[in-house]
């Protein structure tokens, strides 16, 4: 069963850690996630950009995937099932289609539009038990298509946004999405401590996990950031295994050409990545 992310998140406010948000892609990809998260105890949420989406032929192919497979599993720790970045229209179609959980990011509207279109989605999400997540400053980088430049959210606009009831918030404080420049600044963490004085109990979110320094994740998760995601580094770790069992003649070998064989060890190198992740988070044995 789904749950909505709005607990898991207050209980790691609360509890000074962080529970992580990892993005699928395919079948293997939501396995890898879930049994990790089973093994370790851990709360966890499933993040399906609007691209990712679509290539899964479809939200409600992506719900139904994920319902199924926490039964088959046999899993009992929290899974919130979470729209990235969701576009305005894309939020009610994650809702309607069975996610327990949407980001609507409204960052490239100005303030008063995103304001507004906020309210309608935490209106419908919250006769439906779901939780949302608002963004406050373009995160930079690039994630499917939606392009950032690493702003640095205003704290009085994040007040604003976390005032109209959304149960997460996303505010730019220099992080970006994909693989880190070498000449990035990290994270502004001045502005961070602003953004929670002004916005108290509320669950802050990082987006652009991958490759901040282990340091700066746990500094962020100290000053209130209780949802770190990660997308870009199980995508790394998944095209390192498969390309060492390609370059080493692995699927020449008697049926290694089977795709069961085949992704088998970008699986157990996405399992390896959500569990590390999971330890610097601080989630194993939080569930």
């Known amino acids: 069963m789904l749950v909505s992310a709005k607990e898991m998140l207050t209980k790691a406010k609360a509890g000074k850690y962080a529970v992580g948000q990892f993005n699928i892609n395919n079948l293997e990809w939501t396995k890898a996630i879930l049994l990790t998260a089973q093994e370790n105890n851990s709360p966890v949420i499933l993040g399906v950009s609007e691209g990712a989406g679509k290539y899964m032929c479809g939200f409600k192919t992506v719900a139904d995937m994920v319902k199924a497979m926490i039964e088959s599993l046999g899993i009992t720790v929290p899974v919130a099932l979470h729209l990235d970045h969701g576009s305005y229209e894309g939020a009610f179609n994650a809702m309607d289609a069975g996610f327990s959980s949407v980001m609507f990011d409204g960052s490239h509207y100005g303030i008063?539009?995103?304001?507004?279109?906020?309210?309608?989605?935490?209106r419908v999400a919250g006769e439906r038990g779901i939780s949302v997540e608002a963004e406050v400053g373009a995160i930079g980088g690039e994630e499917d298509g939606v392009v950032g430049g690493g702003e640095v959210a205003d704290p009085d606009e994040c007040k604003s946004i976390a005032d109209l009831g959304v149960d997460m918030l996303a505010a730019g404080i220099g992080n970006i999405h994909g693989v880190y420049p070498e000449n990035w600044k990290?994270?502004?963490?001045?502005?961070?401590?602003?953004?929670?004085?002004?916005?108290?109990?509320?669950?802050?979110?990082?987006?652009g996990g991958t490759g901040i320094p282990e340091e700066m994740v746990k500094k962020a998760i100290s000053l209130g950031v209780s949802k770190v995601n990660v997308n870009t580094e199980c995508q790394l770790s998944f095209a390192a295994a498969t390309r060492k069992y390609i370059e080493e003649g692995k699927d020449q070998q008697g049926k290694g050409f089977d795709p069961r064989k085949l992704l088998a060890p970008g699986f157990e190198a996405i399992k390896a990545t959500v569990k590390e992740k999971m330890e610097l988070f601080g989630s194993v044995n939080k569930a």
Do not use: A, R, S
């Open 112 to 122: 008063e539009e995103n304001i507004e279109k906020t309210k309608e989605v935490i």
């Open 186 to 207: 990290g994270l502004n963490f001045d502005v961070l401590e602003q953004i929670q004085e002004k916005t108290g109990t509320m669950p802050l979110v990082l987006h």
